[in-house]
């Protein structure tokens, strides 16, 4: 099947088969920010946005992206610098496997919501897993990134 | 994982159906989050999102929404948000992350009837019918009891009835999948009390809601812990790796007890 999507601001006219899932297709497009991690939906890691709504692109399937709008972190480089500083002022980075699902989510949160609270950063980062930080140096910089106080 | 190797985008439910009974081993693919897990071989996936069944829309007696909705948009919608002390929204703000909720879909969760479902769970406590392309109408407590055949799941229509309702779930841990989950609701003054994820689909405990229902306002701690013991003892309760049958019976009454003090306590 023939699709034409804009990855990152780009036109992109693919070949996919029609059980190609998004995380594949994009990998396969050089783009390797998007990672496969837990396989089963739970873990974030290969979090992309679809008309920029964070979504799974483990269980989004290729061909229904034709005429959307997908971005990776790529696509978002410089807010994902600014945000990455205050994670690395707050220690909230290791092996940084789960960075950029993370951050994609981070800036998605900062478009959805307005003024969040400590709780609602939470809730709406559920979906993503960390096995190395212990989630209180990203819950700091996320904090101090948004500017939330409470 | 699954398989596809074909996909149909048809522009209308009947071509839709059409395509999916061709051939046994066609399936209507939803958000496509569970199937993912499973082994299935499906020659044409049949792909509704060209037929507009992304929506929530209020009527005046009801709120209909559309098979392709989101849970996502489930848990933002405001009128879904205000109906019922939101239980709908609720329910579907527990289930793994955001990116998850805005992939799996309304029609899939129902018409799968998944045992874990937490949407399905709040919407049997809810006045719910469904609409088939070949089946019709008919309320969601009889889609349940009907045999599982092949057919498009179009909408869920919720008519607004005048109440209050509680959801209460057990977790392993924050976004994991439910051990047992539990809705109550009292519309029109009537009781409903579901349990699912038992781990089996939901289902009504009728003689408990009937205790209720017979006390009208007399309701107190003593009569909840009643009914939340008749609801545990009514239902049957399953084992598998996240939870025994015992443990769910004993915390399904617990959450029941919980959610008819939550209720009774709404003005």
Partial sequence: MQITVMINHRQVTLDVAPDDFLVDTLRQQGLYSVRRGCDTTCCGLCTIWINGKPTLSCSALSFRANGKHITTIEGVRHEAEEFAHFMAAEGADQCGYCSPGFILTVLAMKRELVNPTEDDIVHYLTGNLCRCTGYQGQLRAIKKYLGVTA | MFTISTIAQPDTLE?????????????????????????????????????????????????????????????????????AGGLLAKAVAGIIGVQFRNAVTVGASVFMRYGFSDFLTALLALDAEVELVQGGRMTLAAFLDMPRSKDVLTKVIIHKTEGQASYQALRNSAGDYPLVTVAVSRLNNEWKIVVGARPTRAKLAGRAAALLNEAGTLLGAELAEQAAQTAADELPFGSNRRASAAYRQAVAQTLIKRAIMEVAACK
């Fill in chain 2, 15 to 83: 071509a839709a159906y059409k395509v999916l009974k061709e051939k046994r081993s066609n399936a209507v693919l939803g958000g496509c989050a569970y199937l993912r897990m499973g082994t299935q071989k499906i020659h044409t996936g049949v792909d509704l999102t060209k037929l507009g069944l992304k929506y929530i829309k209020e009527q005046d007696n009801c709120i209909e929404i559309g098979a392709m909705t989101s849970f996502r948009d489930v848990e933002t919608n405001q009128v879904l948000n205000k109906y």
